[in-house]
């Protein structure tokens, strides 16, 4: 196991869900994505290392969107077990978390 097998999915998962929406937006206000990580993170193994955080992961998630989040207007990567957080990938902002 190395952090590959946790970042891996997650940034594919950003990729395909940016590329989907790209073609055409619905008629909302906003768009925002979230991505739940919450059944990934029981059912996987760690996600997290010694030396690779969850928050680190986010960094990375957050460089692949960039400046380009396709349509959406917010995009967010959700925990809800654990440590419950929330990070708003997109526009980048610091890390938040909630209980």
């Known amino acids: 196991y190395n952090e ?5 999915p997650l940034l594919g998962t950003l990729h395909k ?3 989907k929406y790209r073609r055409g937006r619905p008629q909302l206000y906003e768009f925002n994505l979230i991505v739940h990580y919450s ?3 029981e059912m996987n193994p760690a996600a997290e290392t010694q030396n690779f955080t969850f928050a680190d992961a986010a960094k990375l998630a957050q ?3 960039g400046d380009d989040p396709g349509s959406f207007d917010r995009i967010f990567l959700l925990i809800a ?3 419950h957080e929330l990070y708003q990938l997109y526009p980048p902002t610091t890390y ?3 209980s």
């Open 39 to 41: 059944l990934a993170w």
């Open 4 to 8: 590959h097998t946790m970042l891996d």
């Open 17 to 19: 869900a940016i590329e």
């Open 63 to 65: 460089q692949l969107i």
């Open 96 to 98: 938040n978390s909630y």
């Open 81 to 83: 077990v654990g440590s």
